[in-house]
């Protein structure tokens, strides 16, 4: 080839690849949109569940797996999913899963019967389950400058914590005017304007030799994953029983076939090697520790601010939104600050910093002011914005590219994980320690076995009886209640500050990439 074609193609492959650049922060826009959808929707029918139940009158058991249901299905194909993106394209999953949640949205918001609804969930958690790995996936191709794309992954990380945290505040604003079905239909314009620029906007991007999707893996995966998921929730609900057992035996005999496949398949789901990789495996255990804080400490605060505090649901929302400022504050800068100092000193000390957080919870009682909870709550967040974002940044830079969304799929599965493990693990504490309370001798054994359920059943068990009785019943389920929150949360700092420690070994020597990739 003369100089001349030489300099001819240099100069057209720069063009091409400025177009490109040109057009990526407009791209991740599109991007940040279909993750903040999925995470508010994570959150947002919490408030509504009260008007649905008088709606729909579903019963206990189905009313538990309406609010189940979407993180199980996610949870279960978030892998698959990934790998997928990898064959037919991250673009091409991402905008047929974005027209899919717009219209599984709409069948939620007019379900007319339990069954409806809980149908509806699990095919919003299928569309849903296409979106996550297929963002971050594509924020991976797009975004070739290591240090633009830890910024990119801050911006994508922030706005999954800040949508899961505008959840209920948006929840309570629309159920303030309109009927619960609104919470679902908000999703129907946003997704509507994703997929009209993300046509023209985002880059199509998938591995050019990623063999077959192998369905048998798809299978295994989503029982393997679902059944240890919903294991882990049950025992912080009605603790160890059979079926508890039977569902973790389950999904974890599905895990290990699932991971036994792997090895022998020319084209796996999902490339087992990458967890021989100290620094892959480190950032997946505290990706997976750190929302096992953050999901642990929002869902007992948030009983705390309402049963015990006398919080209304907006309030208690509004009251918990100094975690997602943490977040976005941190999550924006992770990137920047772990090249000038370093990648362990940032994950351990998020890490450490969402420990000590919990471990001052261990202080609170029942007239504890906000100051000391809104701090927590702000530390809790800036620790979690700076371990989340660099573990992702991390996990994603261990792989080459075109495997990038399979790697994606490991940080979100690790995330819906911790979500799950923290709920359950310290859950259940919060439990066990609560049902040891003594209720009055007036009250009648049916309403004292409610009471004992749960801190809102002892409310509700509190209306039947003459009110000097609900006083001191009440009074004493919120002790007990706030002496296992203070059990919890010491049990959490101690598993947040050990996984710190571990974390400074585990990614020792671990570093950002800072050239570009050509």
Same mark, same amino acid.
């Given at each position: 080839?003369?100089?001349?074609?030489?300099?001819?193609?240099?100069?057209?492959?720069?063009?091409?690849?400025?177009?490109?650049?040109?057009?990526?922060?407009?791209?991740?826009?599109?991007?940040?949109?279909?993750?903040?959808?999925?995470?508010?929707?994570?959150?947002?029918?919490?408030?509504?569940?009260?008007?649905?139940?008088?709606?729909?009158?579903?019963?206990?058991?189905?009313?538990?797996?309406?609010?189940?249901?979407?993180?199980?299905?996610?949870?279960?194909?978030?892998?698959?999913?990934?790998?997928?993106?990898?064959?037919?394209?991250?673009?091409?999953?991402?905008?047929?899963?974005?027209?899919?949640?717009?219209?599984?949205?709409?069948?939620?918001?007019?379900?007319?019967?339990?069954?409806?609804?809980?149908?509806?969930?699990?095919?919003?958690?299928?569309?849903?389950?296409?979106?996550?790995?297929?963002?971050?996936?594509?924020?991976?191709?797009?975004?070739?400058?290591?240090?633009?794309?830890?910024?990119?992954?801050?911006?994508?990380?922030?706005?999954?914590?800040?949508?899961?945290?505008?959840?209920?505040?948006?929840?309570?604003?629309?159920?303030?005017?309109?009927?619960?079905?609104?919470?679902?239909?908000?999703?129907?314009?946003?997704?509507?304007?994703?997929?009209?620029?993300?046509?023209?906007?985002?880059?199509?991007?998938?591995?050019?030799?990623?063999?077959?999707?192998?369905?048998?893996?798809?299978?295994?995966?989503?029982?393997?994953?679902?059944?240890?998921?919903?294991?882990?929730?049950?025992?912080?609900?009605?603790?160890?029983?059979?079926?508890?057992?039977?569902?973790?035996?389950?999904?974890?005999?599905?895990?290990?076939?699932?991971?036994?496949?792997?090895?022998?398949?020319?084209?796996?789901?999902?490339?087992?090697?990458?967890?021989?990789?100290?620094?892959?495996?480190?950032?997946?255990?505290?990706?997976?520790?750190?929302?096992?804080?953050?999901?642990?400490?929002?869902?007992?605060?948030?009983?705390?601010?309402?049963? =015990?505090?006398?919080?209304?649901?907006? !309030?208690? %929302?509004?009251?918990? +939104?100094? *975690? @997602? /400022?943490?977040? #976005?504050?941190? &999550?924006?800068?992770?990137?920047?600050?772990?090249?000038?100092?370093?990648?362990?000193?940032?994950?351990?000390?998020?890490?450490?910093?969402?420990?000590?957080?919990?471990? =001052?919870?261990?202080?609170?009682?029942? !007239?504890? %002011?906000?100051?000391? +909870?809104? *701090? @927590? /709550?702000?530390? #809790?967040?800036? &620790?979690?914005?700076?371990?989340?974002?660099?573990?992702?940044?991390?996990?994603?830079?261990?792989?080459?590219?075109?495997?990038?969304?399979?790697?994606?799929?490991?940080?979100?599965?690790?995330?819906?994980?911790?979500?799950?493990?923290?709920?359950?693990?310290?859950?259940?504490?919060?439990?066990?320690?609560?049902?040891?309370?003594?209720?009055?001798?007036?009250?009648?054994?049916?309403?004292?076995?409610?009471?004992?359920?749960?801190?809102?059943?002892?409310?509700?068990?509190?209306?039947?009886?003459?009110?000097?009785?609900?006083?001191?019943?009440?009074?004493?389920?919120?002790?007990?209640?706030?002496?296992?929150?203070?059990?919890?949360?010491?049990?959490?700092?101690?598993?947040?500050?050990?996984?710190?420690?571990?974390?400074?070994?585990?990614?020792?020597?671990?570093?950002?990439?800072?050239?570009?990739?050509?």
């Amino acid at each position: 080839m003369s100089r001349i074609e030489q300099l001819t193609q240099e100069k057209g492959t720069e063009a091409i690849t400025g177009r490109e650049s040109r057009g990526r922060w407009p791209a991740l826009c599109v991007l940040v949109l279909a993750v903040l959808l999925v995470a508010v929707d994570a959150t947002v029918l919490g408030l509504a569940t009260p008007s649905l139940s008088e709606d729909l009158k579903p019963s206990g058991t189905q009313l538990l797996w309406i609010g189940d249901i979407y993180s199980f299905v996610i949870a279960g194909l978030l892998v698959s999913m990934g790998s997928l993106g990898d064959r037919m394209g991250r673009k091409k999953l991402l905008l047929v899963g974005a027209t899919a949640f717009g219209a599984v949205s709409v069948l939620n918001a007019y379900a007319t019967s339990p069954e409806m609804m809980i149908v509806a969930r699990a095919l919003l958690g299928v569309a849903g389950a296409t979106l996550m790995p297929s963002t971050l996936a594509l924020i991976r191709n797009i975004f070739h400058d290591p240090k633009e794309r830890s910024l990119a992954i801050g911006i994508w990380g922030a706005t999954a914590s800040a949508g899961a945290a505008i959840g209920p505040v948006v929840g309570g604003a629309l159920l303030q005017h309109f009927w619960w079905g609104s919470v679902f239909l908000i999703n129907l314009p946003v997704m509507i304007a994703l997929v009209l620029v993300g046509i023209k906007l985002l880059p199509e991007s998938k591995n050019p030799v990623a063999g077959p999707w192998d369905l048998v893996s798809v299978a295994l995966s989503l029982v393997g994953v679902i059944g240890v998921v919903y294991a882990v929730k049950e025992v912080a609900t009605h603790g160890p029983t059979g079926q508890v057992w039977a569902a973790a035996a389950i999904g974890a005999g599905a895990l290990y076939t699932f991971v036994r496949r792997q090895f022998t398949l020319d084209a796996p789901l999902l490339d087992m090697r990458l967890f021989k990789h100290r620094g892959f495996s480190g950032a997946v255990l505290a990706d997976l520790l750190t929302v096992f804080g953050l999901s642990g400490l929002l869902f007992f605060l948030s009983q705390f601010l309402q049963l =015990v505090q006398g919080r209304e649901p907006l !309030e208690a %929302g509004l009251a918990e +939104l100094p *975690a @997602a /400022l943490g977040a #976005v504050a941190t &999550g924006l800068a992770a990137g920047r600050y772990a090249r000038r100092y370093s990648v362990r000193s940032i994950v351990s000390g998020g890490l450490i910093a969402i420990g000590l957080s919990l471990a =001052v919870l261990t202080l609170v009682h029942k !007239e504890t %002011g906000y100051p000391l +909870l809104g *701090a @927590a /709550l702000l530390v #809790v967040g800036l &620790g979690a914005g700076f371990s989340f974002t660099v573990t992702a940044d991390v996990i994603l830079s261990s792989v080459p590219k075109e495997q990038a969304g399979s790697a994606s799929a490991v940080s979100e599965t690790a995330y819906e994980l911790g979500a799950a493990l923290g709920i359950a693990v310290l859950g259940s504490i919060v439990t066990g320690v609560y049902q040891g309370f003594t209720a009055p001798a007036p009250v009648p054994g049916p309403l004292a076995d409610a009471a004992h359920e749960s801190l809102g059943g002892a409310v509700e068990a509190a209306r039947s009886v003459d009110p000097a009785t609900a006083q001191t019943m009440v009074g004493a389920a919120q002790e007990a209640f706030v002496d296992g929150l203070r059990l919890a949360s010491g049990v959490g700092a101690a598993v947040l500050l050990a996984t710190g420690v571990a974390a400074w070994f585990l990614l020792k020597g671990q570093r950002l990439q800072d050239g570009v990739e050509h």
